[in-house]
Structure formats: C-alpha cells, structure tokens
C-alpha cells in the first residue's frame, strides 16, 4: 500500500497514522523499531533544517535501508516553504511533501500549492503532497510561554474546499487551535470547525493534525473521531532525548562510548512512540 491508500483506510476505520520528525539516527532508529513491533504504518518527518542537517539523499538512503525490514516507512518533507525545496526533496526520492504556504495570502498559497502539486505527480503519481491552510502560530522547543491564537488564524471550511479543489492535494493540514511546541498552556482545539472543515473537503483528503505534542490524549481521540488521519509528533521527542541524554550523561561521567550513553534514550522514545501509536489507534493495522 502506498501512503495514499494507508490515509484512505485511516480515515475510513477513524485512526490516524503518526508523523514523527527526525534529525538523527537515533531518533530515527527509535521511530523505526516501534513503528515494526507495533505493526503499524508511520511518516519518518524531516523540515527544511532537518533536512539540511541530515542530507537529502542520506536521509532517502537510510529509509531505503530500514524498509527492508519495515517495508511500511513513509518519508516527508515537512514544512517545506519554497517551490524549489519541494523539488529538490522530489529528486531526491522522498514519498511525500508538506508544502506550507500558510504565510503567503489565499491566492499566492493556491499558485504555489498548485506548482509542487504538479511537479510532484508529474514526476511520481504516489507521491503524496501536503498543503497547508490557516496559520500555526509556534516553533517545536519546549517554550514555558503563553501563545495566543485567535479565529484569524484558523482555516475556514469554504477556503479549504477551493484549496483542495484548486490545487489537488492528497493531504490538508488545518488550523484549529494547534500552537507548534510545548506551551505554558494546553491548546484548546475547535472541534466544531474541525467537523465542518472535514465535511467540506472531499473524503479522499487526508486532514493532518500538526503540532501533536501539546495536545491532551482525550483532544487527539476525538479530533481522530471527527476526521484526522494523520498526527504529527517532533517537540516531545526533542525533550525526552535531551532530558534522556542529560541524565545519562549526569550519571556515567567516564563514558565516552556514545552508543551506550544512548541506548536507554532510543529505549524511553521507543516506548513514547508505541504510546502514540496506541494513541492513534494504528497499532497492527499493518496486514502481515
């Protein structure tokens, strides 16, 4: 199945396919490994940062390398702000893109949303591509700070429906309330906007939730229940590492073996995303 087909059968079945973002190895492994014990489908995420820290073709090479033993491993370029990014991650093998446009007007988003969309399938059909509307205020750190949104900032279902309609996307990533990182408060999601935003774009659109990390586990399930399908994870990960590695360090002082320093980090993320994907209900959704 390609992820199109998984995203079908997601919001079909109300579960939701995890996206967790990664910007090493180690992360990766952990995403890798819980993602096969959990039988589950799941979309490794890497930003333009992400990306430029890793390498493009590093980044192909490594998912080409896990899905041997995993085949169900998807790879997005996430919050791509530029044409030509989506192009060069287009080349160089990635299975999916998120270009986010959110910052440009309505008009300019449709024109720049349109030209991936029409690269990227005429390169590969399969690939799945992203768009975004509405504005995620945010950035993936643990911030300690208040962050006001306000209705403005929030997708509007007749906007959505000419999005999707005027660009072809596979996949619409919404504001409702969502604030990128870990805040001093709990985002509160409008779930009466998520239901008439998912009743106005067509069924085979994929809703994507981002900014995961803050959202209380009682919010993801009924934003699953009303029509998202795909859910994005990076700031919980960055602060268990950090605080995983930290400790480590702390407590084995004369260790310079960095693998061992690790272990036990990629353990305590493993079972973080395995919490996740029960979470998300797309554990043993994989046919054997």
């Given amino acids: 199945m390609n992820l199109k087909d998984f995203f079908n059968k997601a919001n ?43 390498g493009l073709k590093s980044a192909v090479a490594l998912i080409k390398s896990y899905r041997e033993d995993w085949p169900n491993i998807f790879l997005n370029a996430d919050h791509t702000k ?23 007007s309505f008009k300019d988003n449709i024109n720049e949303t349109r030209i991936a969309v029409r690269y990227t ?8 591509v992203e768009g975004e509307l509405g504005y995620l205020k945010g950035d993936s750190q643990l911030t300690g700070k208040k962050i006001a949104v306000t209705p403005d900032d929030y997708t509007k279902p007749e906007e959505a429906l000419k999005f999707v309609n005027d660009t072809g996307i596979d996949r619409l990533a919404i504001a409702i309330g969502n604030i990128h990182g870990i805040n001093l408060d709990e985002p ?7 239901e008439a935003i998912r009743k106005a774009v067509p069924e085979n659109v994929a809703l994507v939730l981002h900014a995961g990390s803050g959202i209380k586990d009682a919010d993801i399930k009924k934003a699953i229940s ?6 994005h994870i990076s700031t919980e990960l960055r602060v268990l590492f950090r605080d995983g590695l930290e400790k480590q360090l702390e407590e084995n002082p004369e260790e310079y ?10 353990g305590d993320i493993k079972e ?5 994907m029960r979470l998300f209900g797309s554990v043993n959704k994989v046919k054997p």
């Fill in 121 to 128: 399938k005429g390169k590969n059909k399969n690939i799945s």
């Fill in 226 to 231: 009303l029509g998202i399908s795909n859910i």
């Fill in 82 to 104: 530029s044409t030509e990014a989506i192009f060069e991650a287009v080349d160089a093998g990635y299975d999916s893109v998120h270009f986010d446009g959110s910052a440009l």
């Fill in 188 to 194: 509160e999601l409008d779930f009466d906007l998520l």
């Fill in 272 to 276: 973080l995303i395995r919490q996740k």
């Fill in 12 to 54: 079909k079945e109300s579960w939701a396919i995890g996206h967790f973002n990664v910007s090493n190895l180690e992360l990766l492994k952990a995403v890798v490994e819980a993602a096969k014990e959990a039988g589950s489908p799941v979309v490794i995420g890497t930003s333009e940062g992400e990306r430029e820290w890793l």
């Fill in 257 to 266: 073996a960095l693998y061992k320093l690790e272990k036990e980090v990629v």
